[in-house]
């Protein structure tokens, strides 16, 4: 529900914006609805890959991307922050791009090391 919602919401606001008949059609929507789109199959494909009758292929930065997805988690389970930040990705509240910023990676870092998880 939450990826209809934004669409309907990327669709408001092309609408609102007044598009005119011999525009190129729905362009402006369509890139604002890509980003969306995008996210949501981010979200739920990640895992994916893990499956044992998936073989790949594997995307470029897979192993770093997994390995930091697998600390975060483990990290978001004992810490209110991470945790809130994992939350409103996986709601779609926040973009998954929102998860790599420097001070994710470092507090999931430090979290790690303090704990030994």
């Given at each position: 529900?939450?990826?209809?919602?934004?669409?309907?919401?990327?669709?408001?606001?092309?609408?609102?914006?007044?598009?005119?008949?011999?525009?190129?059609p729905?362009?402006?929507?369509?890139?604002?609805?890509?980003?969306?789109?995008?996210?949501?199959?981010?979200?739920?494909?990640?895992?994916?890959?893990?499956l044992?009758?998936?073989?790949?292929?594997?995307?470029?930065?897979?192993?770093?991307?997994?390995?930091?997805?697998?600390?975060?988690?483990?990290?978001?389970?004992?810490?209110?922050?991470?945790?809130?930040?994992?939350?409103?990705?996986?709601?779609?509240?926040?973009?998954?791009?929102?998860?790599?910023?420097?001070?994710?990676?470092?507090?999931?870092?430090?979290?790690?090391?303090?704990?030994?998880?």
């Open positions: 529900m939450t990826s209809a919602m934004l669409h309907a919401s990327c669709l408001s606001a092309y609408l609102r914006s007044g598009p005119k008949p011999h525009d190129e729905a362009r402006a929507y369509f890139d604002q609805v890509r980003v969306v789109v995008d996210a949501a199959w981010q979200i739920s494909t990640t895992a994916d890959i893990e044992p009758h998936v073989d790949g292929p594997y995307p470029p930065g897979y192993r770093v991307t997994k390995w930091f997805g697998d600390l975060l988690f483990r990290t978001s389970l004992t810490d209110p922050v991470l945790n809130a930040r994992l939350g409103r990705v996986t709601t779609m509240l926040d973009h998954p791009a929102t998860l790599s910023r420097p001070g994710t990676l470092l507090r999931a870092l430090r979290l790690s090391l303090l704990r030994g998880a």
